[in-house]
């Protein structure tokens, strides 16, 4: 199974903060990396795919970048509704997993 | 836009068959294109994917529960389901159905979800 590992469970930050997110997987997955956000008793959201593509809909704050191994997920301008546990994911090859999830609270 | 939504027991006694459906509007669940997917999330904890089914009917399955678990699919309802055997305290979980591109760029990208479902395994 390849083993995808988020850098840091939790982080704390302020409105307006930059935030970057840091996944790495076990081994390359080439850019089959996407990211989720999840808020307390909601199903996750797919926020990019493909490691850099925003999903329709998405506040064009978010960005991802990297392939292979190493990802990031950047929130260029924290806004208070995106308080919440981010995820990425490996869709490269089954069984498709998760990393631990982040966690952005407010500082 | 198509939308998921899942059904079944919230309470399920150990050692029985966890059996949750997966309803799905505003798509055709045998058009093709997509795989349909059970994923599953223990309070607190991160996500951790079951299995998939095509429209085809083929599945995969995830190794750690492959012995126990089978998915189905119901074209005529439009509907997908899981089942989970032998159950135990460690299956309490909240399980999502997912549906997800099998071609194209966002290939293996969770695109829409379920709102999910608590199942309690205890007696």
């Known amino acids: 199974d390849i083993q995808m590992t988020q850098s840091s469970s939790s982080l704390s930050a302020s409105v307006g903060d930059r935030v970057i997110i840091t996944c790495r997987a076990s081994q390359s997955i080439s850019s089959y990396l996407n990211w989720y956000q999840q808020k307390p008793g909601k199903a996750p959201n797919l926020l990019i795919y493909a490691a850099s593509t925003l999903q329709s809909g998405v506040p064009s704050r978010f960005s991802g970048s990297g392939s292979g191994t190493d990802f990031t997920l950047t929130i260029s301008s924290l806004q208070p509704e995106d308080f919440a546990t981010y995820y990425c994911h490996q869709g490269y090859s089954p069984p498709w997993t998760f990393g631990q999830g982040t966690k952005v609270e407010i500082k | 836009q198509v939308q998921l939504q899942e059904s079944g027991p919230g309470l399920v006694k150990p050692s029985q068959t966890l059996s949750l459906t997966c309803a799905v509007s505003?798509?055709?669940?045998?058009?093709?294109?997509?795989?349909w997917s059970w994923i599953r999330q223990p309070a607190g904890k991160g996500l951790e994917w079951i299995g998939r089914?095509?429209?085809?009917?083929?599945?995969n399955y995830n190794p750690s529960l492959k012995s126990r678990v089978a998915i189905s699919l119901d074209t005529s309802k439009n509907q997908f389901s899981v089942k989970l055997s032998s159950v135990t305290a460690a299956d309490t979980a909240v399980y999502y159905c997912a549906r997800t591109p099998y071609s194209g760029p966002s290939y293996g990208a969770f695109d829409s979800w379920g709102q999910g479902t608590l199942v309690t395994v205890s007696s």
């Open positions: 505003g798509g055709s669940i045998s058009s093709g294109g997509y795989s």
């Open positions: 089914i095509y429209a085809s009917g083929g599945s």
